[in-house]
């Protein structure tokens, strides 16, 4: 497990002050370094203190999951290297969702690493466009990347005995990607869910949405198919989704099982679909 020295903190501080990103914009959890760490098995965290990457580590090379903004990659680069990877050992390029937070890097992981980017097929146009469907100004604009590989519901992305699954999630984007997967570490298997996303961000539009007309139903199908996935280890595309700063204490304390929370994904579902119903009824009410 790498932890954050003094020298490499203000290393990776530099490396993203002079990819163009200001030190004042960087204090944001956003943009503010996280220790890079196993969580468990060949599954280790790479992202910074909000924005969640992880990396997933096999004999014929490596999964990315989520490039976050343009300045992180920086921050993802410095992460993965610290653990005594390679950003040239990157093969493949996921995402939770297309949105800047969690695409925006795209571009400059693959011509780092040469990864081959595979996405759900309704975020496709997004990433291939950098235009997203909502969030259409130009400061969310960002390099438009070919994809490799469309993916539909429920395919996996093997590498070097990793299997991943692609569940589609939507109604945070229209291709919203939730990621499963096993991990074995001493001795004991368990089941891995990356929630893509289950928020209603402020001004999405539930009712009477002409852009985007199923996307009430689109949630709902979001939370059966969360509420049925079996979960041992709870993460997602945010730090907040999970706990990340607290279980981290957690583990450092000694707490090897900090992120075995499958009590804890059950409750977050269940929040999150709560939030979803309220702010639906809200709407359909007229806003009152």
Request: proline residues 4%; charged residues 20%.
């Amino acid at each position: 497990m790498y932890r954050f020295t003094l020298r490499s903190t203000v290393g990776l501080l530099i490396a993203i002050a002079t990819s163009g990103h200001a030190l004042a914009q960087g204090a944001s959890d956003r943009m503010t370094p996280f220790p890079a760490f196993r969580i468990a098995g060949n599954l280790y965290y790479v992202g910074s203190k909000d924005l969640a990457s992880y990396l997933i580590t096999t004999p014929k090379g490596d999964i990315l999951i989520n490039s976050s903004y343009q300045d992180s990659v920086p921050l993802i680069q410095h992460s993965i290297e610290s653990l005594g990877f390679k950003m040239s050992d990157v093969k493949i390029l996921l995402i939770s969702h297309a949105h800047d937070d969690h695409d925006a890097g795209s571009a400059q992981i693959i011509k780092l690493s040469g990864a081959k980017y595979m996405v759900m097929d309704a975020d496709v146009p997004v990433v291939e466009s950098g235009v997203d469907y909502f969030y259409t100004a130009e400061k969310n604009r960002y390099p438009p990347v070919k994809v490799d590989r469309v993916l539909h519901d429920g395919d996996q992305v093997r590498l070097g005995g990793a299997v991943l699954v692609a569940h589609k999630t939507p109604g945070h984007t229209k291709g919203c990607t939730t990621w499963t997967m096993k991990v074995t570490d001493k001795g004991k298997t368990y089941n891995v869910v990356i929630v893509g996303s289950w928020n209603v961000n402020p001004g999405y539009r539930l009712v009477g949405n002409t852009a985007y007309p199923e996307i009430a139903a689109d949630y709902e199908k979001t939370f059966r198919i969360l509420n049925a996935l079996p979960c041992d280890i709870f993460l997602g595309a945010h730090g907040g989704y999970f706990g990340l700063a607290e279980k981290y204490d957690r583990m450092q304390k000694g707490d090897v099982n900090a992120f075995v929370d499958p009590a804890g994904y059950k409750a977050a579902v269940a929040q999150k679909e709560t939030d979803f119903r309220n702010e639906l009824a809200r709407q359909q009410s007229g806003g009152k």
